[in-house]
Structures are given as C-alpha cells and as structure tokens.
C-alpha cells in the first residue's frame, strides 16, 4: 500500500462504503464464489460495517462554508495532470479533483470502503476482483461514472501515466468490462493479497473528456474530474483555487460525511520558506505543517501567540516515519562499494546536528519501516531468521551477527573515533590517503562526489557533514537548484547523493518494488532512487507482496528491512512523532485524531 501524506513525492488517498448488490454470476475459483461486500480488509475484517454513517475521527456535524489558504514552497507549477511524469502539478490536483473507487480510514492498517464501487467482489484467494459501481456516480460535468471509464483509467495510468503505476499495478492481467457499472480485473498468477485494495486506490478519469485531447499535453487547461472540488481561478505557477462542488454527488456517503468542508482551499507559492513563514505569521495563510525544529522552537512566538490568536500543538501519531537520509546514487561509480557506503556514514554526527541545529527534538532513525511493527530490532530470530538463512549464501554475515545501528557520537565513541573506523573501510574497498587526498590506490581517482540540495536550510545540516569528510581528504561539493531542477534531475536519476524520504504504511505491498525492485533501477521517475538492484531484495519484494496473513508481513517487511540497512543504501536521518502545526484560530478541528495524524481535510472553519 502506498498513501500520500503531506510533503510525500506522489499522492494517493482512498475509502469506502457498502450496499448490497444484486448477486450476478462471476466464476468460483479455489476459494469459492465471490459474493459482493461493502468495504475491505488487507488482512481480517474491516472496522467499519456497511452503512456506517461517517468515520469516527470526524465531525460528522461540521459546518460547511469558509476559505483556508495554504502556502507551498516550490517554484510554480506548470501542469493540472498529477499522473504524468512531464510537469510539475499544481498542489492538491489528486487529493481534490479526482475520486477513486475505495476510500480507506485513517484508523486501521490497510481497509477500504466504496467511494465510486458501491461494492466489490474477491475470492478467497483474492485472484480477481469485481467493482460494481454506483449508479449516482458523476463526473463535475454531469456525465455518468462508467466501467468504460474505469477500463480507461487504468489502461491510461498504466501505458501513458507515470512509471509508477505500471509498477504498482503490473499483477493485473486483464481488465473486462461486464456491465456498463461492473467491472473486472483478473490477476496473474500471484498471491498477492494487496491489488483489490491497491486498485481501489486508482484515481477514475473521464475517458470522453480524453478522448479528444493528449494525455500529456494539457497544461493548465482545467480538467473534468469527480472529486469534492473543481479549479477555480489559478495565476499560473503562483496560485491556485479550488472551489467546493455543492452538488458534489457523493457528499452523503458515509466515506465522505463530516470531510472537505471548506468552500474554497487556496495555495500559494512561495520561493523561500522564511519569507513563507513570516507571511503565515502575518496572517496571508492559515495552516503551516512545520518542518523546522529551528523554526520550532524560536520561530513561534509573539502576541498572536499568546493570545491565541494563533495556535501552536505538536499533535502525536502512530504511523510508520519510514526513512529520511542522505541516499546514495550506487548507479554511480563512486558508490558501487557498499564499504564506502558504510564508511561515509560515520562522517555524519547525529547527536551534534540534532543538539547544536534541531534543539534535542529528534529521534535516529535506524529502520526503513520506523515507528511500527514492521522495524527489525535485535538480532533475527524465529520466523525472520528463517526467512534470511534461505539467502545466507548471497548475504554479508552481519546480517546475522551484529544489529543495524548508525553511527553515533555519544558516549566513548567521539567523530574521532568514528572517523578512524572510516578510515579503516575505505582502506578495506582500496583507498589511501595521497597529498591530503582520498583517492582509489589502483586508479588515482579522488573520492569526491555532490550533493544536490534544493532547501537552502538544508545547508547548515550539509556543511558541517561535508567538512567532517574533508577531514579524512573526501571532496563533498554542495549543489543548491531550485524545485523544478531538482524534479527533474531526480526523475532523471542525475545525482550523486540527495537528502530523500521514503514514505511507508502500516502496510508494505506493491509500491515496495517501486522503492527497490531492479526492475525499476533503470526506470526513468521511479522512486527507487538508490538504484537497489539485488536479487535477494528482488525475492523479499515479492514475498513481502505475497504475504498472506498479517503476522507472516511482519516477519517478511522485517527480514526485508534488515536487508536494506546492510546494504547502506542511505546514512539515515531522524524522525519524529507528531506533526508540529500551526493555525490560525478560526479552523477547527475534530476531537479525535486518527494514528495516521493530521489531516486538513477532516477540519471546518468556524462559522
């Protein structure tokens, strides 16, 4: 499963709801005949029944009306098309224009409930899936929702959309429509569990609005979609408005009740984050997710402060952090050696960064899946040790003999120290020291290499690491572009090294072979950005897609985790566990907060 929250690189939202539909003829596999069902659990039963009125971490009573403008820190957009790897989208573009046919909840794993599927049919074994659509499903222009339009949304996104969804839904092998509101989706032979609700997942395009028109080539022409909103008015590259759509057809639904109550979201953009920030403070936005612990903790103050004009909360989750770090480019020569990797690692001092820059407020991160279940921990042991000892012949011993830890610098173990110990590696990968300088004993090649940044407060956490390695004679050059370079470097995969996060559910599923599958390590805008291309990854990738109960995923995202952290594929970063916002006094939010965190959507503003 992947989802989209907040600053992650691709966005995908979805739920669900029930009814019960008039039982038609589908095909009984292995596991039985397929009866129709309101909603979906990856594993289990899902928490809510059908019918349920509203989720419970909503406001099922907000009022609807009011503005929130929201800023974005980037150098303009020039497309409406999310889906299409050329462009930068404008903000928003997927959450708001465009329903999918499941939603899922905030508190649970992995469930889902129907949004434009009124019901879905799975087998047992989950080799197939029936979405039968509502009826009262409509476009923003009035045309009906359709299984051609289903058909078409899924072979668009797949041969002319973004490189990820080919990946994210590459197990499908035929899609049929049976009904002009049922459609079908056969499986290749595979167990994974995941691709009803992944499919739920898929943004539904008009297919008569594209008929006409070129996938790719829409610019800011404002397209037909179904969702809560429709653009409004929009300054190219600068702002954007999405207006509320008053007859949206499906407001009543138990998915969508007490959710998307502002009449008008608007985004601004802004070039640099602290002239971002004194605007929120003087009152031209009203909500900021903050990002900066500096900022955090000195920035934040003031009468409107006090007053209560403005409030200031870090609010706790529970969902997974996965990893932020500085993530090697291994296509480059540079960093081919896992050992140089690994000793590049102890040039970075957490505990400095975290108490001179960040003010104690982080926690090292040393899990790909942080703050869940699914991080290793120890040393591998039952289920988990039983999964690697399969692969002990193609991994390093340390996999079995010393847990992952990073680097650090508290306690006896000083930089000194832990430069000394890099030293020594890059010794073993066949590096000396000549004239001051770190070069290859063999070739005379220096090892030097660039960081590509586009976050100018991102330097003060950079120097420092970069004079740390200058120390034992490594060349760090510091390149700063602006967002739209940087985009389209990192689509190019023209980087040596970049500071990066990679998101995770509760749930890992088919996006994990967009992160690390070799299958993607060539693939132009994939997000396997360290270009991970190993076999044993290759086989706990698809185990870990084909788990099939919710106890056998742990063992198999761990093992896989574990793996990952031995290849040094990153230096990690830290993570925290709340979101630190801000907001101007007239948004309200519900009481309860989902484990997945704040989510701007399920707020209102005061009458």
């Known amino acids: 499963m992947t989802r989209t929250r907040k600053a992650s690189t691709l966005t ?21 005949t397929a009866e129709p069902k309101h909603g979906i659990a990856m594993h289990g039963e899902p928490k809510y029944p059908a ?16 503005t929130v403008k929201m800023a974005v820190v980037a150098n303009g957009f020039d497309s409406f098309n999310p889906f299409d790897i050329r462009g930068v989208a404008a903000a928003g573009i997927s959450d708001y224009l465009y329903d999918t046919l499941l939603e899922s909840s905030d508190d649970e794993p992995f469930s889902a409930y129907g949004l434009i599927a009124e019901s879905l049919e799975t087998p047992g074994d989950r080799s197939y899936v029936v979405f039968n659509l509502r009826q009262q499903a409509r476009f923003q222009d009035g045309e009906p929702i359709t299984a051609e339009d289903v058909k078409f949304s899924f072979e668009t996104l797949t041969t002319r959309g973004h490189p990820f969804f080919r990946n994210y839904y590459a197990d499908v092998s035929k899609v049929t429509i049976e009904g002009s509101h049922r459609v ?83 985004y ?8 971002a ?61 896992p050992l140089v990797r690994e000793a590049l690692a102890y040039g970075f001092d957490f505990e400095w960064t975290n108490k ?50 990073p680097p650090e610098t508290d306690g006896q173990s000083g930089l000194r120290q832990n430069l000394k110990t890099a030293l020594e590696l890059l010794r073993k990968a066949g590096y000396e020291i000549r004239d001051g300088k770190m070069v290859h004993g063999k070739t005379g090649e220096p090892l030097a290499f660039e960081i590509l940044l586009f ?36 689509r190019e995969f023209d980087y040596d090294m970049i500071t ?3 998101g995770q559910s509760d749930s890992p599923g088919n996006e994990q072979r967009e992160y690390w599958h070799s299958s993607t390590a060539d693939a132009k805008g994939s997000r396997n950005y360290m270009g991970v291309s190993d076999p044993v990854v290759d086989e706990l990738v698809s185990m870990v897609i084909q788990a099939p109960d919710r106890e056998e995923l742990v063992h198999r995202v761990r093992a896989l985790d574990r793996v990952l952290l031995n290849g040094h594929y990153v230096i990690p970063h830290w993570h925290l566990t709340r979101d630190r916002i801000a907001y101007w006094n007239f948004l309200q939010r519900p009481a309860e907060t989902p484990k997945n965190g704040v989510d701007l959507n399920n707020w209102w503003a005061k009458p």
């Open 12 to 32: 995908s939202l979805f739920s669900v709801l029930a009814f019960v539909a008039i039982p038609v003829f589908s095909p009984a596999s292995a596991a039985g």
């Open 51 to 66: 019918g349920f009125s509203h989720f419970d971490y909503v406001n099922a009573e907000a009022p609807k009306g009011g």
């Open 184 to 266: 079908r989706f056969d499986f290749s032979g595979t167990s994974n569990r995941e691709l009803p609700l992944i499919l739920g997942q898929m943004p539904i395009l008009p297919a008569h609005y594209w008929k006409d028109r070129e996938f790719g080539e829409n610019g800011l022409t404002p397209p037909v979609g179904s969702g809560p909103y429709r653009i409004g008015s929009f300054e190219a590259g600068r702002s954007i408005t999405y207006q509320r759509v008053d007859d949206y057809w499906a407001r009543d639904l138990g998915v969508r009740k007490g959710r998307f109550n502002f009449d008008r979201i608007i």
């Open 268 to 275: 601004d953009y802004y070039t640099d984050d602290t002239v």
């Open 277 to 337: 920030l004194e605007g929120f403070k003087a009152g031209s936005f009203d909500f900021r997710l903050e990002s900066s612990a500096k900022n955090w903790a000195t920035a934040y103050t003031g009468e409107k402060f006090e007053n209560g004009t403005i409030i200031k909360e870090a609010i706790e989750h529970h969902r997974p952090t996965g990893m932020q770090g500085f993530a090697f480019n291994t296509r480059r020569e540079v960093f081919f050696d």
């Open 356 to 405: 001179n820059l960040f003010f104690g407020q982080y926690t090292r991160t040393d899990s790909y899946f942080e703050n869940s279940e699914l991080a290793s921990t120890g040393l591998p042991r039952g289920r988990e040790l039983e999964i690697l000892e399969a692969f002990r012949g193609q991994l390093d011993d340390n996999v079995f003999t010393e847990e992952y830890t």
């Open 455 to 490: 976050q100018k407060s991102f330097e003060r956490v950079v120097l420092p690491f970069k004079n740390n390695l200058a120390r034992l004679g490594i060349d760090m050059a510091v390149r700063l572009v602006d967002s739209n370079q940087y985009i389209q470097r990192l």
């Open 500 to 502: 990066q996060v990679i």
